[in-house]
């Protein structure tokens, strides 16, 4: 079983459009994240979720939502799709929201054309 | 703000050959250092995490040091295999979330 898994992996869309990004964790978790990685390899974190709480939201633009339904979801909306968009986005868990190693999904490559 | 820097950018050795990574960071009130692998097209595996209070950490073939005061971490793979290859990344995390390094990314040749 995968412990953190996203769909889809693979989205490619038009500037524009709206878009939703799933992401479940099945390791009991507190905390969940979203971070976002770009051309240059950075990784970058965007939001933290601890208990369905938001805890961290890291100069995103308005366009970006996170919506965590219960601690075991954290889903990733984006409005009005640009091209700077276009980046790996990974979500990941970790025990609680400090201090413990963290478990990363295996990414959704969001290509925005 | 928190800014971590990893050196080299990329490295290339004949198998057997022990890995050094470095990582460096500008603030040292750290609650902990992490290093990652991450292989191509795929998600991050944690590979050691090392709390602020700890030195060091190993697990099999890795080792990884911690100098806080200085800023610094090294990891070392010992008798490096083609497995090995893959981009490694530091982590240290403030005020609840990771700051990451662009990575080192390591070939090793059969």
């Known amino acids: 079983d995968t412990a953190v898994s996203q769909t889809p992996k693979y989205l490619v869309t038009q500037m524009g459009n709206d878009k939703s990004i799933k992401c479940e964790q099945n390791?009991?978790?507190?905390?969940m994240y979203w971070y976002k990685q770009d051309s240059k390899k950075f990784l970058k974190i965007m939001f933290s979720?601890?208990?369905?709480?938001?805890?961290i939201n890291e100069t995103v633009p308005n366009r970006f939502s996170p919506k965590s339904p219960d601690k075991a979801h954290l889903n990733l909306h984006i409005n009005s799709l640009e091209l700077g968009d276009s980046a790996v986005y990974f979500c990941?868990?970790?025990?609680?929201?400090?201090?413990?190693?963290?478990?990363f999904g295996e990414g959704s490559w969001l290509t925005v054309v | 703000k928190q800014e971590v820097t990893q050196i080299p950018a990329a490295l290339s050795v004949p198998e057997g050959e022990n890995l050094v990574l470095n990582c460096s960071f500008t603030?040292?009130?750290?609650?902990?250092l992490q290093w990652f692998r991450q292989d191509p097209g795929k998600g991050l595996t944690s590979l050691l995490l090392?709390?602020?209070?700890?030195r060091e950490q190993t697990s099999g073939r890795l080792n990884a040091s911690l100098d806080k005061s200085s800023g610094r971490s090294t990891l070392y793979i010992a008798a490096s295999q083609p497995g090995d290859s893959a981009t490694y990344l530091c982590?240290?995390?403030?005020?609840?979330?990771?700051?990451f390094g662009a990575g080192t990314t390591v070939t090793v040749r059969a």
């Open positions: 979720y601890n208990n369905k709480e938001l805890i």
């Open positions: 603030d040292s009130a750290i609650y902990n």
């Open positions: 390791l009991g978790h507190d905390t």
């Open positions: 982590a240290v995390e403030d005020d609840y979330k990771l700051s």
């Open positions: 090392i709390q602020s209070s700890q």
């Open positions: 990941a868990s970790s025990p609680t929201h400090s201090g413990n190693t963290i478990y």
